[in-house]
């Protein structure tokens, strides 16, 4: 977990390079959405939190209890020094995922922490990295059985990548809160036709399909100077 494909050594010193001025506008609104994010619950899981770079962290104290699905061990040294004590959980729920029978880690997840308010912390956009090579579609299957669970859970919170790219996006040519086609989202935001771009789908346009418009927002994220992330902000 050192090097992977969705944090790793090169996420850690990446941080350090532009947490402070080109993460930074990104990071403040990651903190205002999430502290908007009005949940009453005592116990919070974080989901891919790394070592916290773009959470509130001193927000987050106001829960009694912590507990993190992250497997970067470095991730979690930095971010246990940052946020005092927390539970680490090592199992692994999003494993296989390209295996219909694995189904039953995401409803295993949804039981075991049904009494928690939950944050996927920019997790969801990298399932597809998670996936082998040969595989770069989510199996429709999963994907159906995480909505039906998320849809009927309360408090959970999720900022996650929609797309990114070597262009920067105008994410403010879009009123977040009228409905929107896909590839009109893509012409407007970008000013051209989706086939005349590189552009890099994170697969959860479709992954929150079934989710109300309402309250949802977007930021764009320059993670180096040379690509643009476009992060969607969804709560429940
Ligand atoms: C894009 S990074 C998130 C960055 C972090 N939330 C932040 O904002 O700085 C994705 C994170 O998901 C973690 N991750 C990868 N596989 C995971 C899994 N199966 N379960 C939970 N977290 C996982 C990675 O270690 C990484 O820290």
Redo the contacts with the bound molecule.
Sequence with gaps: ?IF?P???LS?HLR?FRYKRNLWSPFISQ?HSEIQSWKSPGKALLL?????????PLSYLSQWEKIEV????PI?RFFLKKKLGLFSYNSR????DLEDESMDYQIVHLFEEYSDYDWIF???L??LQS?YPESKKEIHPHWIKTFQDLLLKKNHWFS?H?LFSAPQKPKIEAIDSQKFISYDDFIRRVYSTERETLYINDHQTWKLFEPFPLEERRWASWEIHPAYTHIIEFRHG
């Design positions: 977990m992977s969705t944090g790793g996420y941080a990651v989901i891919g939190p790394n070592a916290g770079y773009s959470l699905l992250e497997p970067d991730a692994d729920f999003f494993f912390c920019n997790f956009g990298q998670l900022y990548d």
